[in-house]
């Protein structure tokens, strides 16, 4: 009964460097989501995906790239690291009414 | 255009106090749900509603569908229920995504 799991939990990355953000779950959810959080502030939505091939722009996608090739795993790439990507990272999955959320990424980029 | 909207941004409370959270939203819904999330913490479903009223404990959700509004409200406010509570929309006007609003930071001082 994992849910939906988020890795890694923290990462330090350098100006410039490339990094990926894994997300997966296991509930056969449609829907998968990446949101940034920045101090507080409320959740912005990167990227999401209604299905397995089908990924779509958020309010936030500039610097960043998905992919979904299964239903299962929702990666989230990093291209180039700014310190206006230090945030922390959320990944979510629904389907219908239903949604859950992973425990978040804290990312740094210095 | 945010189709999620929630007020107070901030809210301060002494122990004991009666705590209401409002959400207002533009888009057709299947779903509403209230979030928590405690600081440094990830984020976890207290409700999900599509009509009238649900408690749990101190906590209580209403939804009125015809005016797109809900409330969450507290009774007899602690200190541990200091958190973010964010409300989310699972909207039926772009097939079931979900929308959140900007959190509202609640601190129950002692």
């Known amino acids: 009964n994992a849910g939906v799991t988020q890795t890694p939990k923290f990462r330090i990355l350098k100006i410039g460097q490339s990094m990926t953000l894994q997300c997966t779950q296991d509930?056969?959810?449609?829907?998968m989501y990446w949101y940034r959080q920045d101090p507080g502030m409320g959740l912005k939505l990167i990227y999401y995906?209604?299905?397995?091939?089908?990924?779509d722009k958020g309010e936030v996608p500039n610097g960043y790239n998905v992919s979904r090739s299964t239903t299962e795993d929702f990666p989230l790439r990093l291209e180039l690291a700014a310190p206006s990507q230090t945030s922390v990272y959320f990944c979510?999955?629904?389907?219908?009414?239903?949604?859950?959320f992973g425990q978040g990424t804290r990312l740094t980029v210095v | 255009k945010n189709e999620v909207e929630q007020s107070p941004q901030n809210l301060t409370a002494q122990e004991g106090e009666f705590i209401t959270i409002n959400c207002s939203y533009s888009v057709g819904i299947s779903a509403l749900h209230w979030l928590q999330q405690h600081p440094g913490g990830g984020i976890v479903s207290l409700f999900m509603?599509?009509?009238g009223k649900k408690k749990h404990g101190r906590l209580i959700a209403t939804i009125n569908i015809q005016e797109k509004h809900s409330s969450l409200h507290i009774t007899a406010s602690h200190p541990r229920d200091s958190a973010v509570y964010i409300c989310?929309?699972?909207?039926?006007?772009?097939?079931?995504?979900?929308?959140f609003g900007t959190g509202t930071s609640l601190t129950v001082i002692p």
């Open positions: 509603l599509s009509s």
């Open positions: 509930m056969n959810h449609n829907y």
């Open positions: 995906s209604v299905g397995a091939g089908i990924t």
């Open positions: 979510a999955s629904s389907r219908l009414t239903e949604a859950f």
């Open positions: 989310a929309v699972d909207s039926t006007n772009t097939g079931n995504q979900f929308y």
